[in-house]
Each structure stands twice: as C-alpha cells, then as structure tokens.
C-alpha cells in the first residue's frame, strides 16, 4: 500500500454527496471492476452509504460496479453521476467505516501506521481564558482537528477541549476563518486512543425523545434561589469526560442537558463556572435533559458567583 493509500478521507457523517474532489495525490488509490472490465480509481472520501472518486474515461450513471481498496476492503454498489472527475459510488450494503479505517491502518507497517484524517461532526467544548464555549468538529487527525465555532478564538491562544468520552485535551489556535478555526493537539492522540473513541461515536445513539417532566418545565422553576444558566461545561464519569450545558441550578440541584443518558443515581464530577469541579448524583434522566442533587449544597458565597455568572456581558 502505498503512501497515499493513507490519505482517503474516512467520515462517520454516514452521507453521500457527488462533490469536487481534490488531486489524486489526496486519495487512496483502488480499483472499481465493472461489466467492461476493471479500471484504476482514486477514492477521496468513504461513508458507511458510498464513496467520492474519481476515474479515468466515460463511464455512465448507475453502472454496477465492484470498488477495491488497497487495504483488502471491498464493496459492491452503483455508481451516481457521469462526470469522472467527480462521482459517488453506493453501496449496496451500509460500510462499516471504522472496521474499513482499521483495516486500513493494519495494512500498514508499524512505522509507517499513521491514521487518515476522519471527517466527524460532534459536540465539544473548548476552554479559552476564562470563556468555555461550544463548537462541532469538522474534521479529526492524531494532531488537531478543524472545528466551527462562534466563539472569539486567537491564533496562538491555548485551549482546552472536551470530546465526549475522552479526557480533556490541551491544543493551541493555529488558525482562524469566517466561523471556523484548527487546533493543534499539545500531544498527539495515538490511534490506540482514537479506534476505541471512534467505534464509541459511531454506535452511539442520539437521546430518545420523552415526554416532558411532570408539572412545570423546569424542576427548579419553583426554587426561590434557582439561577438559569446558559453554560457550556463538561462532567467526569470515572476517567472520561462528556461535554453538558447547566440550564438552570440552585444550591442543592443543578439541571443540565448532555448527549449521554446517565442513569438515576450515577455519580458524577459537575464542572461548574468560576468554582470547579462539584459532585453530583442524577435523581432524574429524560433524554437529554438530567436532574442531579449536589452532594455537598453549594455555600452563599459560591451562589454568589454563579449569579455573576448567569449575568449577560
């Protein structure tokens, strides 16, 4: 396998959208075997629906097809367009997209095993001065990832992230533009860390929708000290970290809202703003909306600065 074989993009997205593609030099190179015989192709990009390629000479718009990978992964599908400097092939069967990125990464010598870039869209935080904001991945290496973010980020700013089920991770601004910005990693992700995490985000499941909690929309809606909060945090369960914004709290219970279901009494470690860390104990989960009691009640003085927290800037 060569060295551009590494250079495909692998994305968890799970679409197929005939776009542009990019030179050959930033594609696996493979094969797609048809009815007339078997031609050379460069693959730029593979979703569990299809793939982005090019080819060389005609070819026409739902031609059945088998495509090959250098790295023994093989699909059967149809090809989507008649351009062949832009096509998508389906599969006819959905691809598991991080068996095909091990597969990938065990063809390699171990020297040379370094993992694709990976095209995801998740949830983060990102933890700036003394701002923590939220921002959704675009794409995802060992070294840093691109992001799309409102927050007001500087070049050379340090910062600290928090994916979902990973331990934070410290990285520095490299650039920004029109929404979005690349962080490079202080140290980076071996992709003994990143396999496990990726087949974590691909079989994860998006919150159930329930039904509204009893009686009025927020439990603390009632509380006299509750304080309503818009803020971007994280919780630690064990040694992972899964990112949650605090809707509203009051010294004794705090709502938040998070993509992970954590069960009735599931203690976690609550990071909250301008204090740090603070256990909790789930006594409600609905979906992605959670209900937890403090273990130890927040004092006056910590309410306090909740409060100029909460205040708009």
Same mark, same amino acid.
């Given at each position: ?12 997205? @799970?679409? /197929? ?25 460069? #693959? ?9 390629? +090019?080819? +060389?000479?005609?070819? +026409?718009? @739902?031609?059945?097809?088998?495509? $090959? ?31 095909? /990125? ?7 010598? %171990? ?19 003394? $701002? #923590?904001?939220?921002?959704? +991945? ?6 840093? /990832? ?8 500087? #070049? *050379? ?19 920004? $533009? ?8 202080? $140290?980076?992700? @071996? ?20 039904? !509204? ?38 010294? %004794? ?9 954590? %069960? !009735? ?10 204090? *740090? *860390? ?8 609905? *979906? ?26």
């Amino acid at each position: 396998m060569s060295g551009s074989g590494r250079s495909a993009i692998f994305s968890l997205s @799970g679409g /197929l959208d005939p776009v542009q593609p990019g030179s050959g030099e930033n594609a696996a190179h493979g094969r797609l075997i048809g009815s007339t015989g078997a031609r050379d192709c460069f #693959v730029h990009r593979i979703t569990s629906a299809g793939a982005t390629l +090019t080819v +060389t000479g005609p070819i +026409t718009h @739902g031609e059945r097809a088998t495509m $090959e990978l250098p790295f023994g992964v093989s699909a059967e599908g149809s090809v989507v367009g008649d351009n062949p400097d832009a096509l998508a092939f389906r599969f006819d069967e959905p691809m598991d997209v991080v068996a095909a /990125l091990a597969r990938c990464l065990a063809a390699l010598p %171990a020297e040379r095993r370094q993992m694709p870039r990976i095209e995801l869209r998740q949830r983060l935080c990102i933890r700036h001065g003394e $701002e #923590v904001d939220f921002a959704w +991945t675009r794409n995802l290496s060992p070294a840093g /990832l691109g992001v799309e973010t409102r927050a007001a980020l500087r #070049v *050379g700013e340090a910062v600290e992230i928090t994916l979902d089920g990973l331990r934070p991770i410290a990285g520095e601004i490299r650039w920004t $533009e029109r929404g979005q910005a690349g962080i490079a990693f202080a $140290e980076e992700l @071996g992709w003994q860390v990143l396999m496990p995490w990726l087949r974590q985000v691909a079989n994860r499941r998006p919150p159930v929708a329930q039904e !509204p909690m009893a009686g009025s929309a927020s439990p603390l809606g009632a509380v006299k000290n509750a304080i309503k909060l818009d803020a971007a945090t994280h919780v630690r369960s064990g040694s992972s970290w899964w990112n949650a914004q605090i809707t509203s709290l009051s010294n %004794a219970l705090v709502e938040f809202e998070s993509d992970t279901e954590f %069960a !009735p009494l599931c203690g976690l470690w609550l990071s909250l703003p301008q204090i *740090g *860390g603070w256990p909790i104990r789930v006594i409600e989960c609905h *979906g992605a909306r959670h209900v937890a009691e403090f273990r130890l009640p927040l004092r006056p003085h910590e309410m306090s600065r909740l409060s100029e927290a909460a205040r708009p800037r």
